[in-house]
């Protein structure tokens, strides 16, 4: 997941324009889900568990409001011509949901979502320029730490 955030902080770049960005940005969102759904899947069939047991519906029903919130943002930021406000909302959002979804995993969880909660502060009080540094480092940076940690501490 971390990976395709660092790839798209320099695919996004490479060409000017919102719609590219935007649609680089979404496209790795997009990619990263279809990795960590997979991931969970490969998790569940190892462990021997339903992949909707009450854990897990309680974390995809406390994870999807805030990722179901910052798509419609999405959308009415980007109709609003307020672009710039997309990494902050993108990453206090999903911070948020990681936060409530952690709630019903391992301690970790919900303490990776509040540096993503930072991260989007951070990206709300930058420089419009910084925001895809701060988008690769906060989705890849932070992915990449936590999920190693989770992976080596709690078999992923």
Same mark, same amino acid.
């Given at each position: 997941?971390g990976?395709?955030a660092?790839?798209?902080?320099v /695919?996004?770049r490479?060409?000017?324009?919102?719609?590219?960005?935007?649609?680089t940005?979404?496209?790795?969102?997009?990619?990263?889900?279809?990795v960590?759904?997979?991931?969970?899947?490969?998790?569940?069939? !190892?462990?021997?568990?339903?992949?909707?047991s009450?854990? &897990?519906r309680?974390? /995809?029903?406390?994870?999807f409001?805030?990722?179901?919130?910052?798509?419609v943002?999405? $959308?009415?930021?980007y !109709?609003? &011509?307020?672009? /710039?406000?997309?990494? &902050?909302?993108?990453l206090?959002?999903?911070?948020?949901? /990681?936060?409530?979804?952690?709630?019903?995993?391992v301690? $970790?969880?919900?303490?990776?979502?509040?540096?993503?909660?930072?991260a989007? $502060?951070i990206a709300?009080?930058c420089?419009?320029a910084w925001?895809d540094?701060?988008?690769a480092?906060?989705?890849?940076?932070?992915? $990449?730490?936590?999920?190693?940690?989770?992976?080596?501490?709690?078999? &992923?």
């Open positions: 997941m990976t395709a660092l790839a798209a902080a /695919v996004a490479r060409r000017p324009g919102t719609e590219w960005w935007l649609l940005w979404s496209a790795a969102a997009l990619g990263a889900f279809l960590g759904a997979i991931a969970v899947y490969r998790k569940s069939r !190892r462990a021997e568990t339903p992949l909707f009450k854990p &897990g309680k974390f /995809v029903l406390s994870l409001p805030p990722l179901a919130a910052g798509a943002l999405t $959308i009415v930021l !109709r609003a &011509g307020l672009v /710039v406000l997309l990494p &902050g909302t993108w206090l959002l999903y911070g948020a949901g /990681v936060v409530t979804g952690g709630a019903f995993s301690k $970790i969880v919900p303490a990776m979502g509040l540096c993503f909660m930072l989007g $502060i709300f009080l420089p419009v925001s540094w701060i988008l480092t906060a989705f890849g940076g932070l992915h $990449i730490i936590f999920g190693t940690i989770i992976a080596r501490r709690y078999g &992923g």
